[in-house]
């Protein structure tokens, strides 16, 4: 059973653009979660999927959205990139909403120069 | 910022040591589940506890679900160099309408004794 999906895994953006991240999850896992690791905040909750509805919302500003497609594969989104939005992007799946585990993908690394 | 207070920050291991570390937090959590993270990956999940007093192993590992549902611990015995890495704990609330969201402590640093 393949893992968690991410794409891509290394991105380099300038300040002002926008960037939009993917993320499979684990096949028959309907809740997709993202979060944000910086080394200064750790692991931050962004906002969490299920049934192509947001559920979720961490406290972050309106730069970052996200949406999630009938088959579970989520995208996540950032405009008007900043420097302090580099940070490894983190995609969780969970079998269903609420009290599951939670499988991480490898991550996407974003750099913003 | 974070919810969880996780120590040790970091700690140093011998080959063959044991090794424990928590997490504590002033709110409830009804699930709690522990994550290793090797540079440049994503945390992998190693242990998941849904029940105060749970016990649970895996292979050299163990972990506890406190009984007050506001804390756990993680033991690893007879550790390998392999054990090297970054270990977090995570916390998931009782209510249903915080999902599978999950609150991270900041993570213990395990490193090799030289």
């Known amino acids: 059973k393949a893992g968690v999906t991410q794409t891509p895994r290394y991105l380099i953006k300038t300040r002002g653009q926008q960037v939009t991240l993917s993320c499979s999850p684990i096949s028959g896992h309907r809740s997709v979660s993202w979060y944000q690791q910086t080394p200064g905040q750790g692991l931050q909750f962004l906002f969490e999927?299920?049934?192509?509805?947001?559920?979720n919302k961490g406290n972050f500003p309106g730069r970052f959205s996200g949406r999630q497609f009938s088959n579970s594969r989520s995208e996540m989104n950032v405009s008007t990139l900043e420097l302090g939005d580099s940070a490894l992007y983190l995609c969780?799946?969970?079998?269903?909403?609420?009290?599951?585990?939670?499988?991480f993908g490898q991550g996407t690394r974003l750099t913003v120069v | 910022g974070q919810q969880l207070n996780q120590s040790p920050q970091s700690m140093f291991i011998q080959e063959g040591e044991d090794v424990s570390m928590n997490c504590t937090s002033s709110?409830?959590?009804?699930?709690w589940l522990w994550y290793k993270q090797d540079p440049g990956e994503g945390p992998v999940l190693l242990i998941a506890l849904y029940k105060a007093g749970e016990l649970t192993s895996n292979g050299r590992l163990t972990a506890q679900f406190g009984i007050t549902r506001k804390d756990s611990f993680l033991n690893i015995s007879a550790s390998i160099p392999s054990d090297v890495g970054i270990y977090f704990c995570a916390g998931q609330r009782a209510r249903e309408e915080y999902g599978n969201k999950l609150v991270f402590g900041a993570g213990t640093i395990l490193r090799v004794k030289s």
């Open positions: 969780a799946s969970s079998l269903w909403q609420g009290g599951t585990e939670a499988f």
């Open positions: 999927y299920f049934s192509e509805t947001q559920r």
């Open positions: 709110s409830i959590f009804n699930t």
